[in-house]
Nanobody
Framework: VQLQASGGGQVQAGGSLRPSCAAS????????MGWFRQAPGKEREFVVA???????YYGDSVKGRFTISRDSAKNTVYLEMNSLKPEDTAIYYC????????????????WGQGTQVTVSS
């Protein structure tokens, strides 16, 4: 599975972005798809995930602001980011795994290259 993340960018606080993660090589409809982020000098952290049945999981810092969705026909996952804050600035990575547990970084087998999100105050 190859993952290609795109759609990051630079916005002002309160703005919105909608990165996407396109998968190729294999259909990912039965995979857990997740987004993680890494800010400068910090560890990579869990942001959101969606399992094969459409159940979604959100990190506490993004609940109510971010929404993950998947389009199985396009083999693509989207991350709707609203009410962005400067602390959301990071490189955002999409990842895929089989199985059920969604929060543990090391369980994800496939990773995209990351897309930069910068939020200015």
């Amino acid at each position: 599975v190859q993952l290609q993340a795109s759609g990051g960018g630079q916005v002002q606080a309160g703005g919105s972005l909608r990165p996407s993660c396109a998968a190729s090589g294999r259909t990912v409809s039965r995979y857990v798809m997740g987004w993680f982020r890494q800010a400068p000098g910090k560890e990579r952290e869990f942001v959101v995930a969606i399992n094969w049945s459409g159940i979604t999981y959100y990190g506490d810092s993004v609940k109510g602001r971010f929404t993950i969705s998947r389009d199985s026909a396009k083999n693509t996952v989207y991350l709707e980011m609203n009410s962005l804050k400067p602390e959301d600035t990071a490189i955002y990575y999409c990842a895929a795994r089989m199985g059920d547990y969604v929060y543990r970084i090391n369980d994800y087998v496939y990773w995209g290259q990351g897309t930069q999100v910068t939020v200015s105050s």
